[in-house]
């Protein structure tokens, strides 16, 4: 369990990361929410985002193996882009504010977020990006 707590704060952090560098093409809560509200809305999104790169991505990436050989990886980028996606839409399920504006905002959020984990796991020893 600790490793999943790990790559939640992890994944917290790089979700952090990209809402703010991304600007009004991804944003986590709502603009007049306190401080303590806009944490709650990405522990929430980032418990959403670990849960699918635990249980959904290793399928998926596993499954579609032949096709990222081919592509030399770039397939990666859009099983990322889409599994960001599938959490927006899980999230905004729960009713947790998490928007991005479209698939290519998505491809350059999770490259942002795959940086900041690599970054942050470099320092923790661990990495919850896949």
């Known amino acids: 369990m600790p490793k ?3 790559a939640w704060i992890l994944s917290g952090l790089a979700l952090a ?4 560098l991304l600007g009004d093409h ?16 990405v522990a929430l999104v980032a418990l ?4 699918i790169n ?3 991505a290793p399928v998926i990436k596993t499954l ?11 397939a990666l980028l859009v099983i990322n882009a889409l599994l960001l996606l599938l959490t927006e839409w899980i999230t905004g399920e ?11 905002w998505a491809v350059l959020g999770s490259i942002v977020i795959s940086i900041v984990n690599t970054v942050l ?5 661990k990495s919850s990006a896949r």
């Open 4 to 6: 999943f707590v790990t």
């Open 17 to 20: 990361a990209a809402a703010g």
């Open 26 to 41: 991804m944003n986590i809560g709502v603009s007049g929410d306190s401080t303590g509200e806009r944490i709650v809305a």
């Open 48 to 51: 959403v985002f670990t849960a």
């Open 54 to 56: 635990a249980f959904v």
């Open 64 to 74: 579609s193996l032949p096709f990222i050989i081919i592509t030399l990886g770039f």
């Open 94 to 104: 729960f009713g947790v504010a998490f928007e991005v504006d479209g698939f290519w």
């Open 121 to 125: 796991g470099a320092f923790t020893g």
